[in-house]
């Protein structure tokens, strides 16, 4: 562009007087501003200029209050015969980069000079209007742009399970002073029920269309109710880059766009860039767009309705992604000494235990006598987002750090940790896992507890109990370990029913009770689906596998039903070799969760956010019904030594029991602890 914006001081008067200048050419939209106050607010870093071919073609002058932490905007004045080049843009942007410590920019504009698209395309938003001092009392409007730094009060963490988004539609039947006829289905979500499980949000597209109301009074009472909502403040450039990529998809699946299409997708940015994945609608035009705003920035477009319905399982996709923790963009590493400065910023302090205490801490575990592994995990940008330290002393593997930093995928790294930990600990022949971290982060915290672990002398404890047999065997084993701890644990008995021999199981884990009422299937596999589930037969160019096996996933067959119940326990046995892979063996175990059957459409609706199937590849799953099968499944184990067909068919006959492996089909747990113990054997 050839244009430089350089900031002005109070001893460059020639720039000064040709802002003057340039402003006195305006001043039936500027206001009139004297020389002194340009002369004051350079003096304040409050004045920038931009420049071309030593010409001044527009400036921004603003203040720095002392006590507001934002920037305040007085004038913004590009050169008319200069304008649509950017000029307004250079210098929006060059305001943020010289102050970042600010919150944001305040402006004020009157609502007659009809700059509203100006204002927007800068990355403002409206908040709130004032009547003007002239004689005429003109109607301003304030605007806002956000630095994205965090708000104390719109910011804080939400003790809601679920944050939904509401376009203005749904916001007006909540709120406006003559909600639609068909209100009633958006007035639900405001149901006594749904309050500490549901809060609502509105980004800042709805403050534009509350802008655009002609009606005073309407606009005014609108305004006024958007505090009772949480605000959504995302990035503006991140905004228009998504809103792009919806644009994009939306034209690829669509062809021509249908009118106020690029308003419905506005809404679904703001809600994707401000990490909220449910937006409420009655819109028709937004509903048709459902699918493209899952598929390109995965935010569900859902009825108010459908909130209502089926509020825990929107609460689990948004929170719980594991099938996101597959690809290769996170990476883990030790932690070098000397490189403890870096964490103390990004992990979350709390009891007392400050920034400075933490990273000291770090450091006195790399020069301790035991050898502790100081992990890190950090996304694909390069941040921290998760810290464990680790060692294993006698039977015992002890975790004195576990913190996840705010991230959208901390509660499945949270999860996926703590099964990480179990299989450390299992692996170098440890009975305990003791978390001893005197903070550890609040999501990591409340996993460890739906994971079996309990409070014992200031630390969370869980046991490892390494036997896959009866009732009695497991819990004479539980006993030994609970006994070194001085705690008692509950004896079992034969014939437990299956939801307790379950909890058991994912409590003691790796502890399998055969003798319970928890049947146990196989499940034949494609390679395939195989690979991209469990690497099993490993990927020519291996996948990164720090976080180990994902912790749950979904797996989809024909809707058959062959006595599938759950809780139950699976084997997975590959059905045939492809291109020189191994074939026909079982390579693992995991435990059954759920079992669905519906429409490929409504099942992947539900567990996308768990599989690597597309919609496609379920569609194609279905039978002749038009139906298939969804398998819910969790806390797999790889075995270490795949079992053969021969030597599976061996094990069957040894038993006296048949074999069918064409397709899900049940199986005796006594085949089950077979079949485990041969691929756990290690001689």
């Known amino acids: 562009m050839g244009i430089k914006v350089l900031p002005v001081s109070g001893a460059q008067p020639e720039l000064i007087d040709a802002a003057v200048a340039l402003g006195d050419r305006y001043t039936k939209t500027l206001g009139l501003m004297t020389p002194p106050a340009y002369q004051k607010m350079a003096e304040e870093e409050g004045l920038l200029v931009a420049v071309e071919h030593g010409e001044v073609v527009g400036y921004a002058l603003f203040g720095l209050p002392k006590r507001s932490p934002h920037v305040r905007l007085a004038h913004l004045c590009v050169a008319e015969e200069h304008r649509g080049r950017g000029i307004a843009r250079a210098l929006i942007r060059a305001i943020c980069d010289r102050h970042p410590q600010r919150l944001g920019i305040k402006a004020k504009c009157r609502r007659d000079y009809g700059l509203s698209g100006m204002w927007t395309n800068l990355g403002f938003i409206a908040r709130g209007e004032v009547r003007g001092r002239s004689r005429e009392g003109k109607i301003l409007d304030g605007w806002w742009l956000d630095m994205g730094h965090p708000d104390l009060f719109q910011d804080v963490e939400s003790d809601a399970l679920l944050i939904v988004a509401v376009d203005h539609g749904v916001f007006a039947d909540l709120c406006g002073m003559e909600p639609a006829r068909e209100a009633a289905e ?98 028709p035009l937004l509903a048709q767009l459902a699918d493209i705003a899952w598929e390109a920035a995965r935010v569900r477009v859902v009825a108010p309705s459908a909130v209502t319905l089926h509020v825990d399982e929107l609460r689990q996709a948004q929170v719980y992604r594991p099938a996101d923790l597959m690809g290769t963009e996170f990476r883990t590493g030790e932690v070098a000494y000397g490189a403890e400065e870096e964490l103390g910023a990004f992990f979350d302090q709390t009891g007392g235990d400050d920034g400075s205490a933490f990273v000291e801490r770090l450091k006195s575990l790399a020069t301790d006598t035991v050898l502790w592994r100081r992990e890190m995990l950090r996304d694909g940008e390069g941040h921290p987002v998760a810290l464990y330290v680790w060692a294993v002393d006698g039977y015992t593997l002890t975790v004195p750090v576990l913190r996840t930093a705010s991230h959208p995928l901390e509660e499945s790294l949270a999860r996926q940790l703590l099964f990480s930990l179990k299989r450390h600990g299992r692996e170098c022949g440890a009975q305990i896992v003791r978390i001893s971290d005197v903070c550890p982060s609040p999501v990591a915290q409340a996993a460890a507890g739906d994971d079996g672990f309990f409070e014992h002398k200031g630390s969370l404890v869980a046991l490892l109990v390494d036997v896959c047999g009866t009732a009695e065997k497991v819990g004479l084993a539980a006993c030994a370990i609970a006994r070194e701890l001085g705690v008692n644990v509950a004896s079992l008995q034969a014939g437990l029913p299956a939801e307790v ?174 079949v485990y113990e041969e691929g756990h054997r290690t001689t």
Not at 240 to 252: S, V, W, Y
Not at 613 to 632: F, H, I, K, P, Q
Request: charged share 25%; aromatic share 6%; glycine share 6%.
């Open 501 to 674: 021999a379950s909890t058991v199981e994912r409590a003691w884990w790796p502890a399998k009770v055969t003798d319970s009422l928890m049947p146990s299937f196989t499940v034949p596999i494609e390679p395939r689906w195989s690979t991209e589930l469990f690497n099993v037969p490993a990927m020519l160019l291996p996948r990164n596998d720090a976080l180990g096996i994902s912790r749950e996933h979904v797996y989809y067959r024909s809707s058959g039903r062959r006595k599938e119940s759950v809780p139950a326990r699976l084997l997975w046995y590959v059905s045939k070799g492809v291109g020189g892979q191994e074939g026909q063996m079982v390579i693992g175990s995991s435990r059954l969760d759920e079992v669905i059957v519906d429409t490929p459409d409504a099942l992947f609706s539900k567990f996308e956010h768990l599989g690597v199937y597309g919609r496609d590849e379920v569609r194609r799953a279905a039978d002749s019904t038009g139906r298939a099968m969804a398998l819910r499944f969790s806390d797999t184990e790889i075995f270490p030594k795949p079992v053969t067909l021969r030597r599976l068919s061996a094990l069957a006959a040894s038993l006296g029991l048949p074999l069918s492996l064409i397709s899900l089909s049940k199986i005796s747990n006594e085949l089950f602890r077979t």
């Open 186 to 283: 958006s007035q639900t979500l405001e149901a006594g029920w749904l309050s500490d499980l549901v809060e609502l949000a509105c980004s800042p597209q709805v403050l534009q269309e509350i802008r655009d109301i002609a009606d005073t009074t309407e606009r005014q009472h609108q305004r006024a109710a958007v505090h009772g909502l949480r605000q959504l403040s995302p990035m503006a450039e991140a905004v228009a880059q998504r809103k792009a990529e919806l644009l994009q998809a939306a034209r690829a699946a669509l062809g021509d766009l249908p009118e106020g299409a690029g308003r419905c997708l506005q809404y679904v940015a703001e809600a994707s860039c401000a990490g909220v994945q449910v937006l409420a609608t009655r819109d």
